[in-house]
């Protein structure tokens, strides 16, 4: 699902970066789709989180 919506933004929505708040855990889940941590942990809903993003060709 992730991978798709990643191909969706780039060739239909032709975005140029694709931004997420993650929770801490899934870091490696997202950093495969080529995300990287932006920000330091916070909290959201008593669950680390980290901002991560993107930047696409």
């Given amino acids: 699902m992730l991978h798709e919506g990643v191909r969706i ?3 239909i ?3 140029k970066k694709i931004y997420l708040e993650a ?3 899934a870091i490696g889940y997202y950093a ?3 995300f990287e941590v ?4 916070f909290m959201e ?3 680390p989180h980290v901002k991560m993003e993107r ?3």
């Fill in 45 to 47: 809903d008593g669950i």
């Fill in 23 to 25: 929770q801490e855990y």
């Fill in 9 to 11: 933004a780039t060739e």
């Fill in 13 to 15: 929505l032709k975005a």
């Fill in 32 to 34: 495969k789709e080529g």
């Fill in 55 to 57: 930047i696409l060709d």
């Fill in 38 to 41: 932006v920000s330091d942990p």
